[in-house]
């Protein structure tokens, strides 16, 4: 009762969140935490796990598997909550992703850990779904900004974290570990969601879209397949790469006409009617194209290049990652207060934009102070796009869709992964390859032809005319993959100066609609938002959770 009446009094007077729906945000982080985490951990353990398992050749498949079942449940996990409650969907996410867990701790060959990885991948692919969709019911829009930084913050530390996290436990544990680690962690947040978070429990008449479910699943999969292999395992214009992609445009194409007939549709067509979500869409994007590829290439550079080591690699990407945490947090603070968010994709895609323009004009005299303020300059345009893009399109949709809106951010940033590491990977490839030709001849060709991303070891092995053709190789490489970057965060900029302004609902006063206004402009979508549309809902919801 105590906490039933604090939680009406949250939503009357605007104050502090309940004690109960803070415990469940810690909860919920310390999942999201569990997605994030695990390939940053699990990427500095795989040379000991090659090491004691063999299968060599197998070896990209150990994250392939992992992404591909993350990818592919994802916009069904949140359908999956739209449908049939949120609570018991995410509490068997991360079941599933705790079991995969578990499994891949106890791998004995290469084969078990692939098929395990993608059992833990499928859970994986509800965790941050989840996340989204549960802070969605449980926090109106007006003062779900306050959380970003939060959230901001979870990611810096699974990017940071992860590589130290990783090789430590490696060292001292054994690699198993790595794995292992999950069970605690996800245990403390089952506990804490089954016994504080209440949501309304649902059950659809409608049957599941399987066949939608089937053809978007072969689609994202052969996606995915494509910038993966493209250009590393294959040949761009090999028969395997144009087999792949046909079936991906057939698939998807199939998915789309399945859609408009289905009584319970994957990923309902009518949620794109919406500018600002479609516009959002392509922000999401475009912003993972870029976070990942410089993710990517940022250490490589600082390794390679600046002489950095390899065992901080987290901490390489610090001044981006810290950048992204303050903005993140100043957007939110100032999104909750004002309630106007419109500034916020456009500022960030230019910051985007102008930062990865300076990152390619880096080169071999490139000192490590001047390339950190071009990354902290990255770092603020992301965190003023990573969670506005989340929030805008949960603003934009019906409440009934919020997971499914959740999902396909999430998946749009998810492809955007993709291809922009495929993309700028290629370009580095090709790049690295030629300047090597021309500076070392022969000998720099033979050195990168298996792999243009050398480690110290075999740098060490090159003669020192060729590490310095190999300085200036990765320079040039770097500088078009952040220059491609550059070009495609202006397609950001342009969707999101045409973000129309639909105001947040849930907290703060609220300018009532003009007797002109439609349904459409007021809410963004047809129908309700999705957060409550008024203090009394506001204290409903608040108190549902409290209970």
Not at 36 to 57: F, R, S
Not at 426 to 433: G, K
């Amino acid at each position: 009762m105590a906490e039933a009446a604090e939680a009406e009094e949250t939503a009357e007077g605007g104050g502090k969140q309940p004690r109960s729906v803070r415990v469940v945000l810690l909860a919920l982080m310390i999942a999201m935490l569990l997605a994030m985490l695990d390939n940053m951990i699990i990427g500095t353990a795989m040379p000991t796990i090659v090491g004691e398992l063999g299968g060599l050749e197998h070896l990209s498949w150990v994250v392939t598997a992992y992404t591909l079942a993350t990818a592919a449940s994802t916009p069904i996990w949140g359908k999956l909550g739209d449908m049939y409650g949120r609570k018991g969907v995410f509490m068997t996410s991360i079941v599933l992703f705790l079991i995969g867990s578990a499994l891949s701790g106890m791998a004995q060959d290469m084969v078990q850990l692939i098929g395990f990885r993608a059992v833990q991948g499928l859970g994986a692919g509800g965790l941050m779904v989840g996340v989204m969709a549960i802070i969605g019911d449980l926090i109106p829009p007006r003062e779900r900004g306050k959380y970003q930084g939060m959230m901001a913050g979870v990611m810096a530390l699974a990017m940071i974290g992860g590589p130290l996290v990783g090789g430590t436990i490696t060292d001292n544990w054994g690699w198993r570990w790595s794995f292992y680690i999950n069970l605690p962690l996800g245990v403390v947040a089952l506990v804490a969601i089954s016994a504080v978070l209440h949501l309304p429990k649902k059950r659809a008449q409608a049957r599941i879209d399987y066949l939608g479910a089937a053809l978007l699943t072969v689609g994202i999969t052969s996606i995915v397949l494509v910038t993966t292999w493209g250009g590393t395992e294959y040949a761009w214009g090999s028969v395997m790469i144009m087999e792949l992609i046909g079936i991906g445009v057939a698939s998807l194409v199939g998915f789309v006409f399945v859609q408009t007939k289905a009584a319970a549709p994957v990923m309902p067509l009518h949620i794109f009617r919406s500018r600002n979500f479609t516009l959002m869409s392509i922000v999401g994007f475009v912003a993972g194209f870029v976070m990942f590829g410089a993710v990517l290439f940022l250490p490589l550079y600082q390794q390679s290049v600046q002489g950095a080591s390899a065992t901080n690699s987290g901490l390489l990407l610090l001044p981006m990652l810290g950048a992204m945490l303050v903005t993140s947090m100043v957007a939110g603070r100032v999104t909750t207060s004002t309630g106007h968010y419109k500034a916020f994709p456009i500022v960030g895609s230019v910051l985007m934009a102008v930062g990865l323009y300076l990152l390619s004009l880096m080169d071999t005299d490139t000192t490590r102070l001047t390339s950190g303020v071009y990354m902290a300059v990255v770092g603020a345009g992301m965190g003023c796009l990573m969670q506005i893009t989340m929030l805008v399109s949960q603003n934009s949709v019906e409440m009934k869709d919020m997971g499914v809106a959740s999902s396909s951010t999430t998946l749009f940033r998810t492809l955007g992964a993709s291809f922009g590491v495929a993309i700028m990977g290629a370009l580095f490839n090709s790049r690295v390859q030629d300047v090597m030709t021309e500076r070392a001849g022969a000998l720099g060709s033979k050195a990168t032809e298996q792999s243009a991303q050398l480690d110290a070891e075999s740098m060490a092995k090159l003669p020192e005319a060729a590490q310095e053709a190999y300085q200036h190789a990765v320079s040039a490489g770097t500088h078009s993959a952040f220059l491609l970057g550059a070009l495609v965060a202006v397609v950001a900029l342009v969707a999101a100066v045409f973000v129309k302004h639909v105001p947040l609902k849930g907290a703060g006063p609220q300018k009532p609609a003009e007797p002109s206004e439609s349904p459409q402009d007021a809410t963004g979508a047809t129908g309700t938002m999705g957060a409550p549309r008024d203090a009394a809902d506001v204290k409903q919801t608040v108190a549902e959770t409290a209970v």
